[in-house]
């Protein structure tokens, strides 16, 4: 299968004042293309600080020390990947919310409250798809002036459309400018040498420079009357918006778009965040425990949802859960992580039917089954600090198998068998 994203070594500390946090250890994980990819362990492993490093919005005091993150987004970047981590903030805040978006794990803090459903949908039009809005209001100026009526609608609707031209021009330049420097940087992304760490110096800084914007269009936004020309657009964006809604199944679509978080339940709710996840059709979604503090009946709808889409809209989802239920239920492969190492990885069936780390066995054995009698089964011990996390294998002082090389050195990943890798010393040639 075709690799959509990829970290390598990835490294993520907090520094605290107690501490540095050591949150990622050296994480390596692959999302394919056309696949639904979870992440599951226990609250706190660092399953969010993982998809937030593949984002680049850890916040401060969070800090990624390194690693790799490769994205395989365009057929022409798939012989080797682009590294997001050595892309300047502005590539980074083109392919947010366009090429790759998220699902956060709290719908309610996830939405402004003083601002309009409407309007919190519409921003993803606006900053990544203004120029397809831009086009589809041109084109209905030219309908409505092909149907002639009066002398001044007819003028002032040539000045729009006029305005609007010239936005668009000048945003179609600024598109070229930016495709041409990303290429660009791409070419010399391996490169050392120190003419070449120069120019993509320069190039970086081009690139955080130039501007989408026509000097006409903005000049004519600061004349109070003027200015109006913009509700065009609005309403186009709007009608975006509704559609949006519609075909996730919000009902009432129109009046939920002119109202506000607070007035919604909180599977609604949920459904707005994922409306503007969605929004420019990524080709990856995270979705970090969407289905958290929701009822059972909603979280089933959520679910499904979430199902129907990667059908129709998206290429693949990264699902986080600590859920394995839901793992079982919506995932093609899984990785099960544990104090901020990958433990397992494999297909879903395989991880199941043959679970082969410790910590992975722990977790299938304190899942409530319909034949159960007794008392379940509990792993022994807590997560660790992970200021001063264990040495060598993390999970080792809650593990019936330690062993002494376990305490001192961090056991490698080895490929088990095809598509099923573990990190454990139990399995040092790939058999136990």
Same mark, same amino acid.
């Given at each position: 299968m075709q690799k959509l994203i990829e970290t390598q070594n990835l490294f993520t500390d907090f520094n605290t004042f107690e501490g540095v946090v050591k949150a990622l250890n050296g994480v390596a994980l692959v999302v394919n293309e056309g696949e639904t990819y979870g992440l599951v362990g226990e609250s706190g492993c660092g399953k969010s600080v993982a998809v937030r490093s593949m984002m680049r919005i850890v916040q401060a005091p969070g800090r990624i020390t390194d690693g790799k993150v490769l994205i395989f %987004?365009?057929?022409e970047d798939r012989s080797r990947g682009i590294d997001i981590l050595r892309r300047s903030e502005a590539y980074m805040t083109s392919i947010r919310g366009d090429s790759i978006s998220m699902i956060f794990q709290e719908a309610c803090t996830s939405l402004n409250p003083v601002l309009s459903i409407g309007f919190q949908v519409g921003e993803s039009f606006h900053f990544h798809r203004r120029a397809q809005m831009l086009e589809e209001t041109i084109r209905e100026l030219d309908e409505e002036l092909g149907r002639g009526g009066f002398f001044l609608a007819r003028g002032w609707k040539r000045l729009c459309r006029s305005l609007f031209a010239r936005e668009l021009g000048a945003l179609k330049e600024y598109e070229a400018a930016i495709d041409s420097i990303d290429? !660009?940087?791409?070419?010399? !992304?391996?490169?050392t040498a120190g003419e070449a760490l120069r120019r993509k110096g320069s190039l970086q800084r081009r690139h955080d420079r130039l501007g989408e914007k026509s000097a006409l269009a903005e000049a004519a936004k600061r004349v109070p009357f003027l200015r109006r020309y913009q509700h065009r657009l609005e309403r186009t964006v709007r009608r975006q918006v509704v559609e949006l809604l519609r075909s996730l199944g919000v009902p009432n679509p129109e009046r939920i778009a002119e109202g506000y978080p607070h007035e919604l339940s909180g599977g609604m709710q949920q459904r707005i965040v994922i409306a503007i996840a969605l929004a420019c059709h990524p080709v990856l979604l995270i979705a970090d425990e969407p289905t958290s503090n929701l009822d059972v009946t909603i979280q089933a709808q959520i679910v499904e949802l979430i199902k129907s889409l990667k059908q129709k809209v998206? /290429? /693949?989802?990264? %699902?986080?859960?600590?859920?394995?239920?839901?793992?079982? !239920?919506?995932?093609?492969?899984? /990785?099960?992580m544990y104090a901020g190492d990958i433990a397992e990885t494999a297909s879903v069936r395989e991880l199941f039917r043959n679970p082969l780390h410790p910590y992975t066995q722990g977790l299938m054995a304190s899942v409530p089954k319909v034949s159960q009698t007794g008392e379940l089964a509990t792993i022994p011990g807590t997560v660790p600090n992970l200021i001063d996390p264990p040495s060598g294998c993390r999970f080792h002082p809650r593990c019936p198998h330690a062993m002494e090389i376990c305490k001192g050195v961090k056991p490698p990943t080895i490929e088990h068998s095809p598509g099923h890798w573990v990190?454990?010393?139990l399995y040092p040639d790939g058999k136990k």
């Open positions: %987004f365009r057929a290429h !660009e940087l791409y070419q010399l !992304e391996q490169a998206i /290429s /693949s989802v990264l %699902f986080i859960t600590h859920d394995l239920g839901l793992v079982a !239920e919506i995932c093609d492969r899984a /990785s099960v990190a454990c010393y």
